[in-house]
């Protein structure tokens, strides 16, 4: 929690520095990058459980490969950079996919982060991060809307919000 990440405005533009824990306990404005990592025919979205050494939303289910910006970093290279150390993918062209700013709550904390999503087309292997990936696995977007449509089923809640406006 002592590492550094960057401040953003609410308008979702950089605007300094913070420890991550001040980040999540003051509520300050930050960004994270995210990958959608789909097969390569695009019938099938990488699912994946995030493990309870997470500090934020850890234990719940997400289809994003992703982390926080650090300072000096574009969402881009963040995306790069999460996609190859949770899921050990590399060498993709990434596709910019939506950018959403998601106001919730955390741990009865205000968590506020503009979320900047990426596409990806992959077929090869997958090989997790014990750390921060416990398990995955492909499901078609029938496969997940399913699970998406039960409110009370452990997803990170901002891609939640990404996906309502993303998935056929």
Not at 86 to 115: F, K, M, N, Y
């Amino acid at each position: 929690m002592d590492e550094v990440v960057a401040v953003y405005d609410a308008q979702g533009h950089p605007v300094g520095q913070a420890s991550r824990a001040r980040v999540y306990a003051e509520g300050l404005w930050h960004a994270s990058a995210g990958v959608l990592l789909r097969s390569m025919d695009g019938d099938r979205l990488y699912v994946h459980r995030r493990s309870l050494a997470k500090a934020v939303f850890a234990g719940m289910y997400d289809c994003l490969a992703g982390g926080v910006v650090d300072p000096g970093e574009t969402p881009e290279v963040t995306a790069r950079r999460e996609l190859a150390e949770e899921l050990g993918v590399t060498g993709v062209r990434l596709s910019p996919l939506a950018q959403i700013a998601w106001d919730g709550v955390w741990h009865d904390a205000p968590l506020r982060c503009h979320l900047f999503a990426f596409e990806a087309r992959y077929d090869g292997p997958v090989h997790h991060q014990p750390s921060e990936v416990v398990d995955g696995w492909w499901w078609t977007e029938r496969e997940l809307r399913e699970h998406l449509q039960d409110p009370a089923w452990p997803f990170v809640p901002d891609t939640r919000v990404l996906l309502a406006d993303h998935l056929d």
